[in-house]
């Protein structure tokens, strides 16, 4: 399958989003705000501010009003989070590679100072993640001081290209430097990939220079922002094209681009339509529907997407496609639309860890070999790793895909105030029988009392004639006037309930 990449910006002074588009279709989105930028990769000169021997960890204070968190055992405890951060997950290729070399690290004392490098930002009242183990990303390697070894990542799956690869790097290391190989080094020239290594070496001499000079706690490397990264790790030979719409960020694109791949300068476009380019790109539009649990397929079904604490679900339904043949050939058609679909989302959305995906049950041997080769197709064009597992007898593929970093709707939404985010309601009938369970507990007391039942139209609407004559039944019974108020600044899922005793009243809310 021949893939077409193109990369869309759009630059604000108070954001900037980035869309990877593959065949005119948004599959990635990325963003960064002037109200929080990511501190992932930035490497502090930090001070061992509490020492935690029962959590093998320590606090340490590294300039922000929060202390970082550190793993001392930090090889096994990257097994056992497995959490990753950046565009290409550099930052976790090399832990995980330092947790397979078993590499030891000298103990902390509290009031030690040491270099610390941000590996996951702080959520709420959490400081961010901290490592000993620093390590910096080129176009083609990952450097990681302080270790003697040469990685190469396991999608170079070419024997004599990992092979040209490692002697290469092996050749021009020094003792003391670890190196991995990312899968943009494939079919590099020699001469690239040293530049590469001159250029990761030059900056760990400007860090250990920094913190010489400088006093604990301090930031001694802050690395790339948003714009730098995606050339940094998704410029590549397969993007056709490189859209930007202000002045200032096609001058940076077109500097980085000149400085390392000036044949590639024709692929950067200065967009200057006045239409947004995101609505151009129809990236908004896709952004909204990312938002949505439902996704609609072009031929009537659909897929529904729900995230919840331990794993993501993905449901296949045909909905309006009824097919052309039988029941069993319109079920095979739905999931095997379904399957790109479904990974465009996952991507999209950047959801990752365990995922569930509902099939439509099939009971044809050779349409269920058929989805699983195209799901597994699909999967050759996620740059997060993920493996799937075969269809179960409950018609259930179980399948896991490397996080890296918050979802999608994590980062542009909160949870609803009103449902709190279940993002459901009680219905008009339950809020009613709620006053009337209300009405009769009081009892006696409402006797000769007059209610007002406050609520929106469009909730006094919705009740049932027999429940509301429920409610009229049992206030007669109990000797209390009812009178319904409909007002239209009321919360629809809100039925106020007023009681008065002559000048005396009671407002209760259900």
Same mark, same amino acid.
């Not at 009031?111 to 183990?133: F, M, N, W, Y």
């Not at 993920?386 to 949870?415: C, H, N, W, Y």
């Given at each position: 399958?021949?893939?077409?990449? %193109? +990369? ?55 300039? !922000? ?26 930052? !976790? ?7 397979? +070399? ?6 902390? /004392?509290?009031?030690?100072?040491? @270099?610390?490098?941000?590996?996951? *930002?702080? =959520? ?6 901290? %490592? ?56 590099? *020239? ?32 802050? *690395? ?20 930007? !719409? ?66 993501? %679900? ?10 052309? /043949? ?30 569930? =995906? ?11 070999? $058929? ?10 064009? *996620? ?18 895909? /490397? ?27 339950? @809020? ?8 009769? &507990? ?10 007002? =039942? ?32 409909? &007002? ?14 002559? $000048? /005396? ?6």
């Amino acid at each position: 399958m021949v893939v077409r990449r %193109s +990369l869309v910006v759009n630059a604000t002074p108070l954001e900037t989003r980035i869309a990877l588009l593959e065949n005119g279709q948004v599959c990635e989105l990325f963003f960064e705000r002037t109200s929080f930028v990511s501190q992932v990769g930035d490497v502090h000169k930090g001070k061992v501010a509490k020492l935690l021997p029962g959590m093998q960890s320590a606090f340490v204070a590294i300039g !922000d009003s929060k202390d970082g968190f550190l793993y001392l055992d930090e090889p096994e405890a990257h097994r056992m989070t497995g959490e990753e951060s950046d565009i290409e997950d550099y930052s !976790d290729t090399a832990v995980m590679e330092i947790a397979s +070399l078993n590499v030891a690290l000298p103990p902390l /004392k509290e009031g030690e100072e040491t @270099l610390v490098q941000v590996v996951k *930002d702080p =959520i709420a009242s959490k400081g961010p993640r901290l %490592s000993r183990h620093i390590s910096f990303p080129g176009r083609f390697l990952v450097f990681m001081p302080g270790i003697d070894h040469v990685g190469i990542s396991r999608k170079i799956t070419d024997p004599d290209e990992r092979e040209r690869l490692r002697t290469l790097i092996k050749a021009h290391s020094e003792p003391g430097e670890g190196f991995i190989v990312r899968t943009a080094a494939i079919g590099e *020239d020699d001469s690239d990939l040293v530049s590469d290594i001159t250029f990761l070496r030059e900056i760990w001499k400007e860090v250990q220079s920094r913190s010489n000079r400088r006093q604990a706690p301090s930031l001694v490397w802050q *690395d790339f922002r948003l714009l730098q990264k995606v050339l940094r790790d998704l410029f590549r030979e397969e993007v056709a094209s490189f859209w930007v !719409d202000t002045d200032e960020a096609y001058q940076q694109v077109v500097a980085f681009v000149q400085a390392l791949h000036p044949n590639w300068i024709d692929r950067v476009k200065r967009f200057t339509s006045d239409i947004p380019i995101f609505e151009a790109f129809e990236v908004e539009r896709e952004l909204e529907l990312a938002l949505q649990p439902k996704y609609f397929l072009r031929q009537g079904g659909s897929i529904v997407i729900n995230q919840t604490e331990a794993l993501v %679900s993905v449901d296949v339904n045909t909905g309006k496609f009824v097919g052309r /043949k039988d029941l069993e050939e319109t079920v095979f058609m739905t999931n095997m639309e379904a399957i790109p679909e479904i990974i465009r989302q996952l991507r999209l959305r950047n959801l990752g860890g365990i995922i569930v =995906i509902d099939f439509i049950d099939m009971i044809d041997p050779e349409h269920k070999a $058929k989805v699983m080769e195209r799901l597994h197709q699909e999967l050759l064009l *996620d740059r997060n790793h993920a493996r799937a597992l075969e269809i179960s007898d409950f018609g259930l593929v179980e399948m896991t895909r /490397k996080r890296t970093g918050p979802s999608l709707d994590s980062q542009l939404t909160i949870p609803c105030s009103r449902c709190e985010g279940s993002g459901r309601r009680l219905s008009p009938e339950t @809020l009613v029988l709620r006053g009337y369970r209300e009405m009769a &507990r009081m009892g006696e007391r409402i006797k000769g009392a007059s209610i007002r =039942i406050v609520l929106h139209p469009n909730l006094r609407a919705a009740i049932s004639d027999e429940t509301r004559d429920g409610l009229m039944q049992l206030a007669r019974f109990l000797g209390a006037h009812v009178l319904w108020v409909e &007002r239209s600044d009321y919360r629809e899922d809100t039925i106020g309930f007023e009681t008065t005793h002559g $000048k /005396k009243a009671e407002a209760t809310n259900v």
